[in-house]
């Protein structure tokens, strides 16, 4: 790690890959041909090449995610295109692309669609998104299914079932299943056991070749944490979707549970200021411009140094980003060693999800670049940007 430092400087993100590829084969024999891999948790040109080599499918939630995955020769047909505010041009694109799952987030979608399909013209495959009205225990900006949300459409209301209507008797769209997806970072099982039930008193009936329980599986962050496998994932809701009767093929959309815990991200100390009766803050160079779930959610993470791995974490700090915002917090309660100092290389580990994804260029902060590492080898998949990036688009 202090030698990829050295060599790429810092921030720097570093991937285990084959990490990356047994967490893609793992959900592949859990789920069997045609789970996806949820892209807005981590996607480059080589996440989604490796994804694809690694025979999963590839769920997009924008026209940008979508250029990416085709852009990385991802072919279109294994595709899943997410989104509750997909435009016009955002739709013929997909279309035009040969997408092979469009999930219907609205009924001013399926007026866009139908708009858009010529008379005669091959409809797309589509999936209808229902919220099923279950709280996942998570955050709140994490709940996606639950009525009250801007997802899908609900169970309770009757929307589901007028949208299934809908986007069956329509010639521009092959209605192929419903999806639904509870939340992200969900730890128990039993949400998902929750969400199959009532989902099979709406699909059963409607005896649609698939069913998608989307994704959110949880990973441990922390000391003491604990999160179920996607394998152990899996069979709760093979469980689940056997005793309910359904017998629809039952799809799934792991993320966060492929990607996180592959990567730390690597900085660099750069002040420590002690305030006597107060705290220690030790400020790195990064923060929230490379990972905001502290700042959004109050995110945990572990901090540790590279150069003594094994080493005692007696001291509690606060690690801070160099960022002009007091919220610039990377670790709120970190445990280090007592000889941490100034120019130390600095990790924090389970960084492989949401931090690259929703990096920006806050304090016109430049992107770390990521690097992938196999084997003893490192490459470059990602590279920094530089300063003439920052206004390359400035007109």
């Known amino acids: 790690m202090i030698e990829l430092a050295d060599e790429y400087g810092t921030p720097l993100f570093v991937y285990d890959e084959e990490h990356l590829r047994a967490r893609c084969r793992e959900a592949v024999a859990a789920f069997g041909e045609g789970v996806a891999y949820a892209g807005k948790a981590f996607l480059t040109t080589a996440m989604a090449r490796l994804v694809f080599e690694e025979g999963m499918h590839l769920d997009v939630a924008s026209s940008g995610e979508l250029f990416v995955a085709l852009n990385a020769g991802v072919p279109a047909e294994r595709i899943v295109h997410h989104g509750n505010n997909k435009t016009v041009v955002e739709l013929a694109m997909t279309m035009e692309a040969g997408t092979g799952r469009i999930v219907v987030d609205s009924f001013d979608e399926i007026a866009r669609i139908e708009g ?23 955050h709140e900006y994490l709940q996606t299914g639950i009525a009250d949300s801007k997802f899908g459409f609900g169970l309770a209301t009757g929307d589901a079932a007028a949208a299934v209507a809908m986007t069956r008797e329509s010639p521009a769209m092959d209605l192929v299943g419903i999806h639904a997806h509870i939340g992200s970072q969900v730890y128990d099982v039993e949400s998902f056991r929750k969400a199959v039930e009532t989902l099979a008193r709406f699909a059963v009936p409607l005896d649609l070749p698939e ?185």
């Open 211 to 395: 069913l998608s329980i989307g994704g959110g599986l949880g990973v441990a962050y922390v000391a003491g944490e604990e999160a179920p496998s996607i394998t152990e994932w899996a069979q709760a809701v093979h469980e689940a979707a056997v005793a309910a009767g359904i017998t629809a093929r039952v799809l799934a959309e792991p993320g966060r549970a492929i990607a996180a815990g592959a990567a730390v991200t690597l900085y660099t100390v750069g002040t420590i200021k002690e305030i006597p009766g107060v705290r220690t803050y030790v400020s790195v160079d990064g923060g929230m411009s490379d990972n905001p779930r502290p700042s959004l959610y109050g995110s945990g993470y572990e901090a540790f140094l590279p150069r003594s791995v094994g080493a005692d974490r007696p001291k509690h700090v606060r690690i801070v980003g160099s960022h002009c915002e007091s919220g610039d917090i990377i670790v709120a309660e970190a445990s280090v060693p007592d000889d941490l100092l100034v120019g130390d290389v600095l990790a924090t580990p389970v960084t492989g999800a949401y931090g690259h994804s929703m990096g920006s260029n806050y304090n016109m902060f430049r992107r770390p670049p990521v690097v992938f590492v196999r084997d003893g080898d490192a490459r470059l998949v990602v590279r920094r940007e530089t300063y003439e990036d920052l206004v390359r688009r400035d007109v």
């Open 116 to 138: 858009l399909v010529a008379e005669g013209a091959v409809p797309p495959k589509v999936l209808v998104r229902v919220t099923p009205g279950i709280e996942a225990h998570t």
